[in-house]
């Protein structure tokens, strides 16, 4: 804090490379201005990703508005731009970012002529082979780690032989595929989109997709808290703690995203791409996209279909009524399960899971 001895006010501070100044009246100090100052800028940094923050911080920005306004710049030479300043400023982001969307579709329309089928297969499979090879990757370590402590050391010495061969083949074919690849941000689907188009619309959708949840789920969750509590019947406060239990664990979920930039996106459905792998918790799932696990999805909506213990078309998606949205047989294969869940979980992120009447999940290794 420095005080300047050249200027107007009698007290002119420093902060962050620029001069401030109360205004004439001001009760606030200099020391409340910098305080105010931070929370403004944090809640409204916050607000970006999570835009119910200025609902829930509303007091306390009232109060730092209040504090800022008392303050003005003090810069001999500065001053505030004008409105016509500001209009002119935002007419010409506005032109810009015409030119750029106009240059996009250009460049997709161009693009369109070179779409390759193949390519663009290639592409998907290259990434869903990564993707094994990691988990693959991860597997040899828990194993040589001494994972699954009830496995005979011969046992572990083939699973781990296993693994190797296989982390071979794959990386050989993930060589064949990345030469058909080459760049693999080039690789345009057919209607020109490159990977990062689609990452651009895909970080819209799911932020407002999140933006929506959480919104809902804090509206419900204190009408769950109060029926949890209050209502007569002993049943339904059961009921409505169970449900608040899951509304509460998503929210949580929801809320623990950070802030997603359009790299952090997968190319070709709206989820971050760090979301994708094949142990969930942690992650949700595989994509949808990898050809090779589309079939597997493809495969397991025949069997569920076929066994007829659907009980519900996956229409109208926002009806309430209390249905399941699937009644998984029991006596899968645990492939199929997973296949089956992962795809509902995809169409139904909401969607929870609970044990029917006097049915148990059990999963068993498969060497038990
Ligand atoms: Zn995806």
Redesign the pocket.
């Known amino acids: 804090m420095t005080e300047s001895t050249s200027y107007q006010p009698k007290q002119v501070y420093e902060l962050e490379g620029m001069l401030v100044a109360p205004r004439l009246g001001a009760t606030s100090t200099f020391e409340a201005y910098v305080a105010a100052r931070a929370t403004f800028i944090e809640i409204n940094d916050d607000a970006r990703w999570n835009p119910w923050v200025h609902e829930d911080r509303a007091s306390e920005e009232r109060s730092a508005t209040a504090v800022l306004e008392q303050w003005r710049r003090a810069e001999p030479a500065f001053r505030q731009m004008t409105d016509q300043e500001v209009k002119e400023m935002l007419d010409e982001s506005g032109r810009r970012s015409d030119a750029e969307f106009a240059a996009d579709i250009a460049r997709q329309k161009r693009d369109r002529e070179r779409y390759d089928p193949e390519r663009e297969q290639a592409r998907l499979s290259l990434l869903e082979q990564e993707s094994i090879l990691s988990r693959q990757r991860e597997e040899m370590v828990e194993l040589g780690a001494g994972r699954y402590p009830a496995m005979s050391d011969e046992r572990r010495t083939a699973k781990i032989a296993e693994i190797e061969h296989a982390i071979n083949d794959r990386e050989t074919q993930i060589a064949t595929l990345a030469a058909i690849v080459a760049d693999r941000e080039d690789v345009v689907d057919e209607y020109g989109c490159l990977p990062k188009d689609r990452r651009k619309a ?1 970080l819209l959708h799911y932020q407002l997709n999140r933006e929506r949840k959480v919104r809902e789920l804090r509206a419900r969750i204190p009408k769950l808290k109060t029926g949890a509590t209050e209502s007569k019947d002993r049943t339904e406060r059961s009921k409505l703690r169970s449900e608040l239990q899951t509304a509460e664990a998503s929210l949580e979920t929801l809320l623990a995203v950070p802030p997603l930039s359009e790299d952090d996106m ?6 971050p ?1 760090s ?2 792998g094949w142990i969930s918790p942690p992650y949700d799932g595989p ?4 050809p090779g696990w589309a079939e597997r999805l493809r495969q397991a909506r025949e069997i569920l279909f076929a066994t007829a213990e659907l009980t519900k078309p996956k229409k109208e998606p926002d009806s309430q009524k209390p249905q399941p949205i699937a009644v998984l047989p029991s006596g899968l294969p645990i492939a199929e399960v997973i296949a089956t869940l992962s795809e509902l979980q995809n169409e139904h992120p909401d969607a929870i899971v609970k044990r029917g009447r006097a049915n148990k999940w059990e999963i068993w290794p498969a060497d038990a």
């Open positions: 895909g997968c190319s070709e459905c709206a989820r791409a979301h994708h994509c949808p996209a990898w």
